[in-house]
Structures are given as structure tokens and as C-alpha cells.
């Protein structure tokens, strides 16, 4: 891998660490808890909890793609950086600007 695209890569990451980061104040506001003396419905109260759960998935996994992308950038400077883990093959460039977390190329992440 060139150092050009490493530098591409380096800024795909810091953008979507940037956005993970705006997104996580929206989901952990959306994921409070629903008060159970506000004077909703049944049913309204009913999703809003629904709403909640779903918010608090979505605030687990951007939590954990930012690290994933965290430990990317951290190893993106190594010789293993975009080295199939499974096959030692080059991961495609294409596949790390998507996925910059990737650790496997396509064929093994499949199996």
C-alpha cells in the first residue's frame, strides 16, 4: 500500500470517527430512559420504550464501530495494516476506504 492511500485511508477514517461521534449524542439522548409519570398513552409510551431500545442498540454498535476505527487508525502505520488476517492476502484498497476497520478481505470474511 502507498503512502498516498494510506493518507486517503487515514482521512476516511477521521471522517467517519467525526461522524460516529456527532451520531452518539443524538443516540444517547434518544435512548433515556422514558419517564413513567409522563402523561402519555399506553400504546405512545409503549413505543417510546421500543424507541429507546432500539436507540441504545444503535449507540452499542457506534460505540463499537468507533473503536473498531480507533484501533484502524492506530494500526494503520504497521506492515499488517491491510493484510488479510486469514489468507495474508492484500485487502483492496476500494474495501478499506469503505471499511477502513477491515481486518479481512471479502472472500474470508464470507467464510
Same mark, same amino acid.
Given at each position: *500500500?502507498?503512502?498516498?492511500?494510506?493518507?486517503?485511508?487515514?482521512? &476516511?477514517?477521521?471522517?467517519? @470517527?467525526? !461522524?460516529?461521534? +456527532?451520531?452518539? #449524542? &443524538?443516540?444517547?439522548?434518544?435512548?433515556? =430512559?422514558? +419517564?413513567?409519570?409522563?402523561?402519555?398513552?399506553?400504546?405512545? $409510551? *409503549? +413505543?417510546?420504550?421500543?424507541? %429507546?431500545?432500539?436507540? !441504545?442498540?444503535?449507540?452499542?454498535? #457506534?460505540? &463499537? $464501530?468507533?473503536?473498531?476505527?480507533?484501533? &484502524?487508525?492506530? %494500526?494503520?502505520?504497521?506492515?499488517?495494516?491491510?493484510?488479510?488476517? @486469514?489468507? +495474508? !492476502?492484500?485487502? =483492496?484498497?476500494?474495501?478499506? *476506504?469503505?471499511? =477502513? !476497520?477491515?481486518?479481512?478481505?471479502?472472500?474470508?470474511?464470507?467464510?
Amino acid at each position: *500500500m502507498t503512502k498516498s492511500e494510506r493518507e486517503e485511508i487515514r482521512k &476516511a477514517i477521521n471522517a467517519q @470517527m467525526a !461522524e460516529i461521534k +456527532e451520531n452518539l #449524542a &443524538a443516540h444517547k439522548e434518544s435512548s433515556k =430512559p422514558v +419517564e413513567p409519570d409522563n402523561a402519555i398513552g399506553r400504546l405512545t $409510551r *409503549m +413505543e417510546a420504550i421500543n424507541a %429507546r431500545h432500539i436507540s !441504545e442498540a444503535s449507540l452499542d454498535n #457506534a460505540s &463499537a $464501530r468507533l473503536g473498531r476505527l480507533e484501533n &484502524a487508525l492506530k %494500526r494503520l502505520d504497521t506492515d499488517d495494516y491491510g493484510i488479510c488476517s @486469514m489468507c +495474508e !492476502e492484500d485487502i =483492496p484498497f476500494k474495501r478499506l *476506504m469503505l471499511v =477502513p !476497520e477491515s481486518t479481512r478481505c471479502v472472500s474470508c470474511a464470507d467464510s
